[in-house]
């Protein structure tokens, strides 16, 4: 619809432990709450299956302890303005904020917007293109000073210095400046190095925004942690993530790259400036363990609390998990599609035929095993769209459900032959060894390709290195990777949200690039447009509609999973809910633990 003013009587300022104790009244209505002690907080015992899902597991407002993350995968980064990893938007609400953000919920609910370092939602005006924004009181940093507009201006600039500032999301870039005049605050001549004209900050409490045209997904983007400010004095621009200046109730006592970290309260953060956070724990800690057996082995046993990347259990900790703790898992469906990136810069792949003999050739059922069947891995998919967002359809035009996901032998050989590659060809399929079987998954792809003479080989990656490996179009050519596994969750529940950064030609970047088939298609591209044009929501998903048809149509993307998994939830851990905000994950910053 068309973006309104929006009055204070709209906007949600309830705080985040009132939010939790009332979704606690939901859970038990559906029968997902978990156990209480007198105080109504978690007694430590497993709150039951799928406690997690229904609503909030182990509801409770006591504080203490210290909460224990594991992954087997490092954050991208911990600079809010280079962060695209799902779990690192979720984990940085420990330490940053945002003038708009996600509702402290569970289910559905949860991608509310609500404002958090603003008053309220912003005063729109100007046919929907200049966003107006007052700041609330009593936000502060770290070191005490006030959190100031020019504050959130330059940490907002800072995405524009992608020679420094690689891999966080493009879309502030492309609304405020689609021509790409600014060149960032470290490229900036002005004397407070606030150069771009987009954004105004007439005073330390007022800033505004202009865009170039009007985007009514506009403060979904400030919702990302893009939008979180940085303290110009405190930024040491590619070296801030070893130590971000906090502006939420946690700060970094420290953090070690591929290793872990320790955060620790922030004694300057103000409950009564934060509608959101619940601030539960006095510490948070995070270590990072490659094994991904040993992860669910020692979340089993009780020495952590929950995964920090939550892209599920292994097959043998999912099955130890289910037949002897089941009241401490929950089977999550979340909004991320799993699928592979075909590279139509490395040949033969920038031949359709070449491409489309990949989807016919590949085993989707076999693939979908591998990660655990429909209950465990998710429903097979044939289309690029989530089924939450607006436009999602049964689209199959490579006829995958009719034939059960099985191979299409005859239909992938005819592909080849039209492709002049009658024989097949050789090409590597990129796989994320810490991403739980996803390697597993390309060798299943691979076994299938080689039936009609397609050579795969697989090159297992560390994930936390994607950014620069498959996110370079230049290494993805030097390394021949034809064939990049992956997944991906909508940025926010739109059309745009999900595929923009996959597919529109003009979000192709050199460095932490995330369109890998480097598809830039005209067509796709005015889609975008005439979307963002239209006020109807309906009328916008037709629009996204048509365009992921395109986007099938041209074979860049082979989707085999709608993504399902089981998530371990500690008996320590309180407040667990899976929340639309970050695609089915716990919302992070609601989690507490019973000490």
Known sequence: MTPTPLSSSRTRRIAGAALVVAALTATAACGGGGSKDKDGGGDGKAAGYNAGVKGVANASAKKGGTLKFIGKQDFDS????RQYYGMAWDFSRFYARQLISYAPKPGPAGAELVPDLAKAKGVVSNAGKTYTYQLREGITWEDGTPITSQDIKYGIQRTWATDVITGGPAYLRQVLDPKGAYKGPYKDTTPDKLGLGAIQTPDAKTIVFNLATANSDFEQMLAMPSGSPVKKEKDTAGKYQLKPFS??????????????????????????????????PDKITVTINSNIEAIDQLLIKGEYDVDLNATGMSQAGRTTALKQHKGNVDNIETSFIRYVDIATKVAPFNNVECRKAVIYAADYKSMQTVRGGPEAGGDIATNMLPKSIKGSDDYDPYGILARDGKPDVAKAKAALKACGKPEGFATTISARSNNPGEVQTAEALQQSLQAVGIKAEVDPIDGAESSSITGSPAVVKQRGLGLVMTGWGPDFPTGQGFSQPLVDGRFIAPNGNYNVSETNDPKINKFFDDALRETDVDKAGEIYKQMNHAVADLAVQMPFIYEKNFTWRSSRLTNAYSTAAYNGRYDYVSLGVVK
């Open 78 to 81: 911990t600079d809010p303005q």
């Open 247 to 280: 502006s939420g109730p946690y700060k970094f006592e420290s953090y070690t790259p591929k290793k872990g970290a320790v955060l620790v309260r922030n004694d300057k953060w103000q409950k009564a400036s934060d509608p959101i956070r619940a601030a539960l």
